[in-house]
C-alpha cells in the first residue's frame, strides 16, 4: 500500500493575496472606524465604508487592474477571505449572546414583550408584503418569491443590540427606565429575529414545501430543546471547571469551542450557524460572572480585529452603482421607508398600550429602529444563500446604516422631555459606585 501524497499547505500567491486582503481591509476599517467615531457616529459606518471604497464602488473604478489583482475575481480566493470573515462573525454573534441580558427581561417580560412584539410584527408583515410586490427583475434567478419575501421580511423586523447598548451608553441612558426597556425590548426583537432567520435559511435549502418547513420547524424546536436542557448543564459545567485554572486562556478557548460547536450543529441542521452562535454565547453568559469576566481579552480581539474584518468584507460586496438604476432606487426608497415607519409605528405602538407617554414611546422607537450590526449579518447570509443580488444587498446594508444613524439624534431630543424618577437616580448613583470602585 503506498502511503497517501500529503496535501500541500496553503502558500505562494494565494496566502500573499488572503495576508494583503485582510491588512488592507483591517487597516481601512480601524482607520474609518476611528473616525466615525470621532464624528459621533457608530464605528460599524467607517467599518462598511472601507469595504466599499475597496470594492466595486471605489477602487474597482478607479484602478481596475490594481483592484482586479489585490481582489480577483476567484471562487476559490474570494472563499479564502469570507472563511476569515465568517470565522469573525460567529464569534462577535457569541459575544453578543453573552451580552444580552435574559434576566432583565424575564423580570419586566411582560411589559417587554407588550412593547417588542408589535414593534416586531408590524415591519415583519411590511417587509413580506413588499417582498411579495417587488419586480420580478429585483429578484435573484431561482429564488423563490415566497421565499425571498419572508426573508426580506426578517430582515425589516431586527434590531441591533450591539448598536443599542453603544449608543444608550454614550448617551448614558442606560440608568434611565427607557434605556432598560429598549434594552429588553430590543433583546426579544434580537432573539425573534434570529429564530425566523434560521427558519428561512432551513426553508431556502430544503425548500418552501409541507415537508421542508416541518423539517425546518422541527430541526429549530429540537436544537432549542437539547441547548435548553442537557446543553445548558454541559456548557455550565464545563466552563466552571476551567475556572481552576489560573490562566483566563483556558476559559477562552473553551468558550471558543463551545461558540464553534453549536455553529456547526446549527448549519448542520439546516438552520443558520449564527443563530448556534448567539444560542451558544447565552448558555456561555449562564455559567457565572467569573466566567464573563474572562471573555474580556476575547471580546478585545473580535471586536477591535475580527469584527472589523467582516464588515469591510460586507460592504466589499456592496456596490453603490446599482443605485444608479431607476428602479433599484426606487425598492431602496421604498424599502428603507417601510423599515423606519414599520419599526417606530410597531414600537410606539406598543408603547403606547404599555401606558408609556408620547415622548417615552418616540424614544423607544429611536431605540429600536436601529438595524446596524444585525442586518449587515442578515443581508450577508442572503448572499449566501443566492436570495439577494447584489443590487438588493446593497440596499438593505444601507438600510442598517441610515438608521443606525437616525437613532441618536432623536432619541436625545425625545429623553429631553422625559422626566428622571427616582428609581433612575438611584440607578445612576449605583452605577458610578461600581464604576469608582472598578
Same mark, same amino acid.
Given at each position: 500500500?503506498?502511503?497517501?501524497?500529503?496535501?500541500?499547505?496553503?502558500?505562494?500567491?494565494?496566502?500573499?493575496?488572503?495576508?494583503?486582503?485582510?491588512?488592507?481591509? !483591517?487597516?481601512?476599517?480601524?482607520?474609518?472606524?476611528?473616525?466615525?467615531?470621532? !464624528?459621533? !457616529?457608530?464605528?460599524?459606518?467607517?467599518?462598511?465604508?472601507?469595504?466599499?471604497?475597496?470594492?466595486?464602488?471605489?477602487?474597482?473604478?478607479?484602478?481596475?487592474?490594481?483592484?482586479?489583482?489585490?481582489?480577483?475575481?476567484?471562487?476559490?480566493?474570494?472563499?479564502?477571505?469570507?472563511?476569515?470573515?465568517?470565522?469573525?462573525?460567529?464569534?462577535?454573534?457569541?459575544?453578543?449572546?453573552?451580552?444580552?441580558?435574559?434576566?432583565?427581561?424575564?423580570?419586566?417580560?411582560?411589559?417587554?414583550?407588550?412593547?417588542?412584539?408589535?414593534?416586531?410584527?408590524?415591519?415583519?408583515?411590511?417587509?413580506?408584503?413588499?417582498?411579495? /410586490?417587488?419586480?420580478?427583475?429585483? $429578484?435573484?434567478?431561482?429564488?423563490?418569491?415566497?421565499?425571498?419575501?419572508?426573508?426580506?421580511?426578517?430582515?425589516?423586523?431586527?434590531?441591533?443590540?450591539?448598536?443599542?447598548?453603544?449608543?444608550?451608553?454614550?448617551?448614558?441612558?442606560?440608568?434611565?427606565?427607557?434605556?432598560?426597556?429598549?434594552?429588553?425590548?430590543?433583546?426579544?426583537?434580537?432573539?425573534?429575529?434570529?429564530?425566523?432567520?434560521?427558519?428561512?435559511?432551513?426553508?431556502?435549502?430544503?425548500?418552501?414545501?409541507?415537508?421542508?418547513?416541518?423539517?425546518?420547524?422541527?430541526?429549530?424546536?429540537?436544537?432549542?430543546?437539547?441547548?435548553? /436542557?442537557?446543553?445548558?448543564?454541559?456548557?455550565?459545567?464545563?466552563?466552571?471547571?476551567?475556572?481552576?485554572? %489560573?490562566?483566563?486562556?483556558?476559559?477562552?478557548?473553551?468558550?471558543?469551542?463551545?461558540?464553534?460547536?453549536?455553529?456547526?450543529?446549527?448549519?448542520?441542521?439546516?438552520? %443558520?450557524? $449564527?443563530?448556534?452562535?448567539?444560542?451558544?454565547?447565552?448558555?456561555?453568559?449562564?455559567?457565572?460572572?467569573?466566567?464573563?469576566?474572562?471573555?474580556?481579552?476575547?471580546?478585545?480581539?473580535?471586536?477591535?480585529?475580527?469584527?472589523?474584518?467582516?464588515?469591510?468584507?460586507?460592504?466589499?460586496?456592496?456596490?453603490?452603482?446599482?443605485?444608479?438604476?431607476?428602479?433599484?432606487?426606487?425598492?431602496?426608497?421604498?424599502?428603507?421607508?417601510?423599515?423606519?415607519?414599520?419599526?417606530?409605528?410597531?414600537?410606539?405602538?406598543?408603547?403606547?398600550?404599555?401606558?408609556?407617554?408620547?415622548?417615552?414611546?418616540?424614544?423607544?422607537?429611536?431605540?429600536?429602529?436601529?438595524?446596524?450590526?444585525?442586518?449587515?449579518?442578515?443581508?450577508?447570509?442572503?448572499?449566501?444563500?443566492?436570495?439577494?443580488?447584489?443590487?438588493?444587498?446593497?440596499?438593505?446594508?444601507?438600510?442598517?446604516?441610515?438608521?443606525?444613524?437616525?437613532?441618536?439624534?432623536?432619541?436625545?431630543?425625545?429623553?429631553?422631555?422625559?422626566?428622571?424618577?427616582?428609581? %433612575?437616580?438611584?440607578?445612576?448613583?449605583?452605577? %458610578?459606585?461600581?464604576?469608582?470602585?472598578?
Amino acid at each position: 500500500m503506498h502511503a497517501e501524497t500529503p496535501l500541500p499547505p496553503l502558500g505562494g500567491t494565494a496566502l500573499t493575496l488572503l495576508l494583503l486582503q485582510i491588512a488592507v481591509l !483591517l487597516g481601512l476599517a480601524l482607520l474609518l472606524g476611528r473616525l466615525a467615531t470621532r !464624528l459621533g !457616529l457608530p464605528a460599524i459606518v467607517g467599518e462598511l465604508t472601507a469595504g466599499v471604497i475597496a470594492g466595486p464602488s471605489l477602487f474597482f473604478w478607479l484602478a481596475p487592474g490594481a483592484a482586479g489583482w489585490l481582489f480577483p475575481q476567484q471562487p476559490g480566493q474570494a472563499h479564502l477571505l469570507d472563511a476569515v470573515g465568517q470565522f469573525g462573525v460567529v464569534l462577535f454573534v457569541g459575544i453578543t449572546g453573552m451580552q444580552l441580558d435574559m434576566a432583565l427581561v424575564r423580570r419586566r417580560a411582560a411589559t417587554a414583550a407588550g412593547v417588542s412584539l408589535p414593534g416586531l410584527l408590524i415591519p415583519l408583515g411590511l417587509g413580506i408584503g413588499a417582498g411579495l /410586490l417587488l419586480p420580478a427583475a429585483l $429578484i435573484t434567478e431561482g429564488t423563490d418569491r415566497t421565499i425571498f419575501a419572508l426573508f426580506l421580511g426578517v430582515a425589516m423586523c431586527v434590531s441591533a443590540i450591539p448598536v443599542i447598548a453603544k449608543t444608550l451608553m454614550d448617551m448614558n441612558l442606560l440608568h434611565r427606565n427607557i434605556g432598560q426597556l429598549i434594552l429588553m425590548s430590543g433583546t426579544i426583537d434580537d432573539v425573534l429575529g434570529w429564530l425566523g432567520l434560521s427558519l428561512v435559511t432551513a426553508m431556502a435549502t430544503v425548500g418552501l414545501t409541507g415537508a421542508g418547513v416541518t423539517r425546518a420547524v422541527l430541526s429549530l424546536l429540537l436544537f432549542i430543546t437539547f441547548a435548553a /436542557l442537557p446543553g445548558r448543564l454541559a456548557v455550565r459545567f464545563l466552563l466552571r471547571r476551567t475556572l481552576r485554572s %489560573e490562566s483566563a486562556g483556558v476559559t477562552v478557548s473553551a468558550a471558543v469551542v463551545i461558540i464553534l460547536l453549536f455553529s456547526a450543529v446549527t448549519n448542520l441542521l439546516g438552520l %443558520e450557524a $449564527i443563530f448556534g452562535a448567539l444560542v451558544a454565547g447565552m448558555l456561555v453568559a449562564s455559567a457565572g460572572t467569573e466566567v464573563l469576566t474572562r471573555m474580556a481579552s476575547l471580546r478585545a480581539v473580535v471586536t477591535a480585529v475580527l469584527a472589523p474584518i467582516f464588515f469591510a468584507v460586507a460592504g466589499l460586496r456592496m456596490n453603490l452603482a446599482a443605485l444608479a438604476d431607476p428602479q433599484v432606487l426606487l425598492a431602496g426608497v421604498i424599502l428603507l421607508a417601510i423599515a423606519i415607519v414599520g419599526k417606530f409605528a410597531g414600537a410606539f405602538v406598543g408603547a403606547r398600550f404599555s401606558r408609556l407617554n408620547r415622548w417615552e414611546s418616540l424614544a423607544l422607537g429611536a431605540g429600536m429602529n436601529a438595524r446596524g450590526v444585525v442586518e449587515v449579518v442578515v443581508a450577508m447570509v442572503g448572499v449566501r444563500l443566492g436570495i439577494l443580488s447584489t443590487a438588493m444587498y446593497t440596499v438593505i446594508v444601507l438600510i442598517a446604516i441610515v438608521t443606525s444613524l437616525m437613532g441618536p439624534p432623536i432619541l436625545r431630543a425625545a429623553m429631553a422631555r422625559v422626566d428622571v424618577d427616582a428609581d %433612575e437616580v438611584l440607578r445612576r448613583e449605583k452605577d %458610578e459606585r461600581l464604576n469608582a470602585v472598578r
